[in-house]
């Protein structure tokens, strides 16, 4: 079993729609859990990191983290041809960041 | 500004020969890593630096050397290169809690 899994998409939303990415990871230590974006040719960016249960948004972005189920995800709200890219779900545990193959978001305009 | 520098961006090499990927930064980051991207698998960390002096590997070393002599560069050395080891190579290091930040990328293809 991969440490991080990602629905391995592509998904395609239209301008102004929801984006959701999921994530699940197998190890229950996994102490924070990161979104990186990175578009084609280019190196990862952060967007969002959490730490807690529950929910974090900022500005278009909210990720949620349910530790029980082992499970994280992004909602991009109203999105922008800007917005398409590959996300990268990541988890820290200790010294390792372990991180899924990514989903790649194309919104048409 | 606050960075992670690699170079170089592009290299083509003949397998066997010796290389140096180098990697810099300016943050006063304790942590730093290597990582590794291939379609399909993502990133796969190769070695990582908590400190000066300080390293260890990660989910993919074979092939790779690295060394922390001071606390702003970790360069990754492939003492002899193989065509498996063409790739997309990051380097990044960490301050805090607050993830990574990240290399621009180094291409590497080895024929």
């Known amino acids: 079993q991969k440490e991080v899994e990602q629905n391995s998409g592509p998904l395609s939303v239209p301008e102004g729609a929801i984006a959701s990415l999921n994530c699940t990871y197998s190890d229950r230590g996994s102490q924070s859990f990161f979104w990186y974006r990175q578009y084609s040719g280019k190196s990862p960016e952060l967007i969002m990191f959490?730490?807690?249960?529950g929910d974090k948004e900022d500005g278009r972005f909210t990720a949620q983290l349910n530790k029980a189920s082992q499970y994280v995800s992004l909602l991009i709200r109203d999105s922008q041809p800007s917005d398409s890219a590959t996300y990268l779900c990541a988890v820290n545990i200790d010294y390792k960041l372990s991180f899924g193959a990514g989903t790649t978001v194309t919104v048409r305009a | 500004e606050a960075q992670v520098t690699q170079n170089p961006r592009y290299l083509i090499t003949v397998t066997g020969k010796k290389l140096t990927v180098t990697c810099s930064q300016n943050?006063?980051?304790?942590?730093m890593s290597w990582y590794r991207q291939d379609p399909g698998l993502g990133l796969r960390q190769i070695y990582y630096s908590m400190n000066v002096e300080v390293t260890d590997k990660g989910d993919v070393p074979e092939g790779y050397k690295v060394s922390r002599k001071e606390k702003r560069n970790f360069p990754l050395i492939l003492e002899s290169p193989s065509p498996n080891q063409t790739s997309l190579y990051f380097c990044?290091?960490?301050?805090?809690?607050?993830?990574?930040?990240f290399g621009s990328g180094t291409r590497l293809t080895v024929v």
């Open positions: 990044a290091s960490r301050g805090g809690g607050f993830g990574y930040t």
């Open positions: 959490i730490y807690s249960n």
């Open positions: 943050m006063n980051h304790e942590y």
